[in-house]
């Protein structure tokens, strides 16, 4: 029987780096029942953790699913007083830039989120980044405060930096009764309940205590501003506001705030302490009552590649089956699991798939429910589901995958851009096989991972998203796939661009006995104005100077010359190409003529174009003491960092800067130095800038092996 989609939540757990999400995550496992022991993440035992990189530095790498039940009063406005059991699938994320790709993924087939925010520190450099990324796949969410017993924790101040810095509306549903070392529990304004959790037995229940005196006024304060903002929302409620505001009952307004979320006109703030078990019941509450079940969310729309119109699909199990992968992993014990969303319809075990970027059908053998890195078989998935398959030959992160009668193209992930590289070798030659293996599974698993062989040196060149990312990716090949690597030193991931026009006229022509080969184009070559990325390429041939069938070989050849630019083989990641003018020979013409017309047009045109060297620029926050401010932006401003402004935050300065990646290897370890390890730092990447003309001729000389 079809389950109700109801009573099923598909959730995210996003935040920066050390928010609590995995001892978030830890806790919902223990009270739902799905885990009988708490386990931590410095000491290496938490469950989505389950990496060994993981626990020895107690960060996540990777986002791991878990399927757990919870028990919820019957949804408001519904006859029946008894509880229900709700499946919730919890994917918990990485908080470190270095792997935002497992936020992006997750986001992308996620029903809504739970934003982690620490009570000290409030909204961080990721926090922004997860909250942008919600906000691009049209995630609703809810906001949990976290960390309320920490020494400097102040919810008020976070809210107000969920307002500020997120351009987010946040409406407290709770205020805390004390902080820091004092923080017992929370004021429910829903309900004007205030609750204490018995610590006796690790929070699990609660009691319900008169509202304290010295926080009444605070109390009336934010539940005036809880129903305001609901009644702005609700013009029923509205109505009822301006009669009598007490009125509104308990139902009306959790109705209310539930479509607000939906449609992501305010996100509702929680508090509590994940670690000290106090809040994480609640949360789950409000995960149930607001966040949203696939049925509550438009069908998913796709294009159907026969017809190239768009279709939707709606979360019924009576549609034609689609899903979407959105990570692969490799399992020593079972080979490739494909993570995958199921949108509509449903999937036995054993059938077959159409997989519309291939075009060939896939058995899937088996079907199982992940819990972090272990695998329950299942017989069957439906439509709403979060699972693995297992038995693909040919999957990538962003296929779709569908009933071949019904074929659908749902839209796929965008990725961002490697900008650090290290060059690699295995330590002995007879380990060549085993890292090209390596290499390969690592590249299914990890869209942000390119690698590629340096034509001249012959080394293979490994491109990730930072230090740590890449660091992670080696210590698994020699864990995992038992490669000892020898790497050089990291090298920065430049691009070119073109700053100026020029025309250019290309003959091709070859004659070595019989057919010869023969191509001549007259083009525009130079910068796109309309700050997309990749080639504009424009046709302007009239009179059929160059056959149309040929067309395609010259934006092709354009295409691939792109990637090797004309100032040091780096790759230009935006040009505009017009084609106005050519000739054609109707015996030596053919396709790979006018591709290698294009390719060499590229080369000596380009060099015309002033082409300028691009280098990626990290948007850098560090939080340091004042005594050390001096150093810190002086060190930074010696790194050609662009100062952008500093902050006072729980009586530290929060400096921000735009600084070459260049120049910011080993930076963390430099900043422990200056301020005797009590400062921290965030990188995140920001953008490409032009590389000052000076250095730029320096890093030119230097790669073509030129002494300065």
Sequence with gaps: ?????????????????????????????????????????HEGAATTDWMEQEQERGITITSAAVTTNWNYPTVQGETTPDTRSYQINIIDTPGHVDFTVEVERSLRVLDGAVALFCAVSGVEPQSETVWR??????????????????????????VREIKEKLGAKPVPLQ??????????????????????????????????????????????EWRQNLIESVAEYDDKLLEKFFEDPDSITKEELMTAIRAAVIDMSFSPVLCGSAFKNKGVQAMLDAVVAYLPSPLDLPPVKGINPDTEQEEERKADINEPFTALAFKIMTDPFVGRLCFMRVYSGKLDKGSYVYNARTGNKERISRLVQMHANKQNPIELVEAGDICAGVGFKDIKTGDTLTDENHKLVLESMTFPEPVIGYAIEPKKAADQDKLSLAISKLLEEDPTLQAFTDQETGQTILRGMGELHLEII?????????????????????????????????????????????????????????????????????????????????????????????????????????????????????SLSFEMAAILGFKEAGKKCKPRLLEPIMSVE????????????????????????????GGAQVIKADVPLAELFGYVTDLRTISSGRASATLTFSHYAEVPQNLAEGIIAELKGATV
């Design 474 to 590: 080696i210590d698994r090949m020699k864990r995992e796939f038992k490669v000892e690597i020898n790497q050089g030193a990291p090298q920065v991931a430049y691009k070119e661009h073109f700053t100026a026009s020029t025309e250019h006229r290309e003959v091709y022509k070859k004659q070595s006995g019989g057919r010869g080969k023969f191509a001549d184009i007259v083009f525009e070559i130079g910068p796109r104005t309309d700050g997309q990325q990749g080639l504009l390429f424009e046709n302007a041939i009239v009179g059929g100077v160059i056959p149309k069938e040929f067309i395609p070989a010259v934006q092709k050849g354009f295409e691939s010359a792109m990637k090797n630019g004309v100032l040091a083989g780096f790759p230009i990641d935006s040009m505009r190409v017009r084609l106005f003018h050519g000739s054609y020979h109707d015996v030596d013409s053919d």
């Design 175 to 220: 205020v805390p009764i004390g902080a820091e070392d004092s923080f017992k529990g929370v004021v429910d304004l829903i309900t004007n309940e205030a609750i204490i959790w018995n610590e006796e037995d690790k929070g699990k229940t609660y009691k319900v205590i008169p509202i304290p005196d010295d926080i009444k006024d605070e109390v009336a």
């Design 1 to 41: 029987m079809a389950k109700d989609l109801k009573y099923l939540r598909n959730i995210g757990i996003m935040a920066h780096i050390d928010a609590g999400k995995t001892t978030t995550t830890e806790r919902i496992l223990y009270y739902t029942g799905l885990t009988h022991k708490l386990g931590e993440v």
């Design 133 to 158: 990324q919600a906000d691009k796949y049209k995630v609703p969410r809810i906001c949990f405060v976290n960390k309320m017993d920490r020494a400097g924790a102040d919810f008020f101040k976070a």
């Design 622 to 649: 560090v939080v340091t003491p004042d005594e050390f401010t001096g150093p810190v932006t002086g060190d930074l401003n010696r790194r050609r960092g662009m100062m952008k402004g500093m902050d006072t935050k």
